[in-house]
């Protein structure tokens, strides 16, 4: 997915859903440097905002890297669906301000947060 970096935009925040019915962590990088994961404890959604520190502006690829894609005819009983999964992205969003000016949880370098 290309994002634009536009100036005064320090934080990207991204919310995501995983079917996944246990632990699954996904790493979320920026033109091939990791900003930080992704963490489902189990299915659900999970919503992470990471600092742009020191990125260029202008356009970008955002990826999303799972550590395996799953079936769930494989991991759900009763399941007939034989897709391979990965995660869905609802929201991504390129946010402005400053660590100390947001009522959100921040991650740094490859630190988890979720919701």
Excluded: C
Aim: proline share 5%; no cysteine.
């Amino acid at each position: 997915m290309t994002v634009v970096v536009n100036a005064g935009e320090s934080f990207l925040t991204v919310n995501a859903l995983s079917g996944f019915p246990g632990r699954y962590v996904v790493d979320v990088a920026l033109d091939g440097t990791v900003l930080g994961q992704l963490d489902f404890p189990t299915a659900g959604e999970a919503s992470a905002t990471f600092a742009l520190r020191g990125h260029a502006l202008g356009r970008a690829r955002l990826s999303f890297r799972v550590p395996w894609l799953w079936q769930p005819v494989i991991q759900i009983p009763g399941s007939s669906d034989s897709r391979f999964l990965g995660v869905a992205v609802s929201l991504v969003r390129l946010l402005p301000g400053r660590a100390d000016s947001r009522n959100q949880q921040i991650v740094g370098d490859k630190n988890t947060s979720t919701s």
